[in-house]
Nanobody
């Protein structure tokens, strides 16, 4: 079955860290660019980070704090999130852009 399954979300204090995982199945994730998006309550889904074979890109709001990476042996994409802020609170989604595939999302809440 072709799917993406995110995990690793939770509640963290401001300044803390989390690592999100996106486990791919039914296809080889390393053959595709892969994205992380997020959606905060009452807001539209927004781009967070992209990893391709040769590069990675980030939204300005997370640049320098978040790092996207892959483990090809595990067929998994990661998002390391450091120096978290309350405005990072959202549901985080893993995405394969083409052909389009989304995971179910994982909740990240940054609060004291």
């Amino acid at each position: 079955q072709v799917q993406l399954v995110e995990s690793g979300g939770g509640l963290v204090q401001p300044g803390g860290s989390l690592r999100l995982s996106c486990a791919a199945s039914g296809f080889t994730a390393s053959a595709y660019p892969m994205n992380w998006y997020r959606q905060a309550p009452g807001k539209e889904r927004e781009f967070v980070a992209l990893i391709s074979r040769s590069t990675s890109n980030y939204a300005e709001s997370v640049k320098g704090r978040f790092t996207i990476s892959r483990d090809n042996a595990q067929n998994t994409v990661y998002l390391q999130m450091n120096s978290l802020k309350p405005e990072d609170t959202a549901v985080y989604y893993c995405n394969r852009p083409l052909p389009a595939l989304w995971g179910q999302g994982t909740q990240v809440t940054v609060s004291s």
